[in-house]
């Protein structure tokens, strides 16, 4: 099935929170924040040595035009680029360049391959706010995965902003899984994601069962950004905390409005939470205690939850959006990837009971 651009059914869900004249604000004063103390060295490490801007400066900073928006984004990628590097240095894992039904995907192949996972395949769809980390940037979290969990991973160079708005990576993402399903068996696949990742492949696993198509054994939602309004309450409480994040005021509202186009942000396929998770797999989300999108994570897990689906939500302390992606070294990361390992396992297992 694939979207068209056409306009979607008018939302009851108010998104200017600027509207209510009569909404009770809590002042909350200036305050230092410690490292966390009861996370790792490394993590706090890592913390220490991250450059942080402040949020105006992110803010400020914004592109304002899709001329300023491609030199970001180049600029960002050609940065990924050196970090995608030094981990395929790091791991030994097989990269393979493929197209499947016309999209582009990297396969890649660890030289351990887990028993259980020998039939398996994981999709990947990475992340990077709908924008960034086209190419080969797009491998970040399919090589921790390959390696760590030791299974096939196909990652999905999806298409993007600003020449490639919704529908485009949806269509992209549901196109390769369709493919993917009817030569290995739908029994056979995992699909996964962390950040934008996660929230397409919400989209996607509520877009198959709209279609009656066949499901994967599991999903992985790593920090979901499946509310591209903003609504959750972490978008507040963590501004500013959040390393990685910063603030939903510049670049996170506006490669939301860059990937949504002409439709509205409470689209349901733009903003899976506001679709239906009636049917899913089994699915296990992660976020941590610093991290904008912890509401994301808990609100989806919530509705996975009154929908009777099983669900296994870890969240981590003092990790910020994504940070077990972008701090790959650290016990905490280490932690996230055995912990997807195992539940998929469990599915695998329970599957066959």
């Known amino acids: 099935m694939t979207f068209s651009s056409s306009t979607s059914e008018a939302s009851a869900h108010n998104t200017d929170t600027a509207k209510s004249t009569t909404e009770s604000l809590l002042t909350v004063p200036t305050k230092m924040v410690p490292l966390p103390r009861a996370a790792s060295d490394e993590l706090k490490s890592a913390i220490s040595e991250y450059p942080m801007p402040s949020v105006d400066e992110v803010i400020n900073n914004t592109p304002q035009s899709v001329e300023q928006w491609r030199e970001l ?3 960002r990628n050609g940065d ?3 970090k995608i590097k030094k981990m395929r240095k790091q791991f030994d894992v097989d990269v393979s360049l493929e197209k499947i039904n016309g999209v582009t995907v ?5 030289k351990t391959i887990a028993p259980e996972f020998k039939n398996k395949v994981f999709i990947d769809v990475h992340g990077g706010a709908y924008v960034f980390f086209a190419g080969l940037p797009s491998i970040e979290e399919s090589l921790l995965i390959a390696h760590r969990v030791g299974i096939t991973v196909i990652s999905i160079d999806y298409r993007m902003p600003p020449h490639a708005p919704f529908p485009a990576a949806l269509n992209d993402v549901v196109s390769v899984y369709s493919s993917l399903a009817a030569e290995h068996d739908a029994h056979n696949l995992f699909i996964g994601g962390t950040s934008a990742g996660a929230g397409l492949v919400l989209s996607a696993v509520q877009t198959l069962i709209e279609t009656k198509q066949s499901l994967p054994l599991a999903v992985y939602a790593g920090t979901p950004w499946a509310d591209l309004t903003k609504t959750g309450d972490t978008l507040y409480t963590n501004e500013g905390i959040d390393r990685i994040l910063l603030t939903y005021q510049g670049f996170l509202a506006a490669s939301a409005k ?5 439709e509205s942000l409470t689209h349901p396929s733009i903003s899976s939470l506001y679709g239906n998770f009636d049917g899913f797999p089994p699915t296990l989300l992660v976020s941590g205690t ?3 999108f912890l509401s994301d994570t808990v609100r989806v897990n919530r509705k996975l939850r009154n929908a009777n689906v099983r669900t296994q939500l870890e969240v ?10 972008v ?6 990361s280490l932690s996230v990837y055995q912990e997807l390992k195992q539940f998929l396992l469990s599915v695998s297992t329970n599957s066959f009971d």
């Open 327 to 332: 701090a790959y070294e650290t016990p905490e």
């Open 316 to 325: 981590f302390e003092g990790l910020s959006h994504a940070d077990y992606v």
């Open 290 to 292: 610093r991290d904008m």
């Open 73 to 75: 984004i180049q600029k």
């Open 106 to 110: 990297r396969r890649l192949t660890p």
């Open 258 to 262: 860059l990937y949504a186009g002409s």
């Open 80 to 82: 990924q680029k050196k």
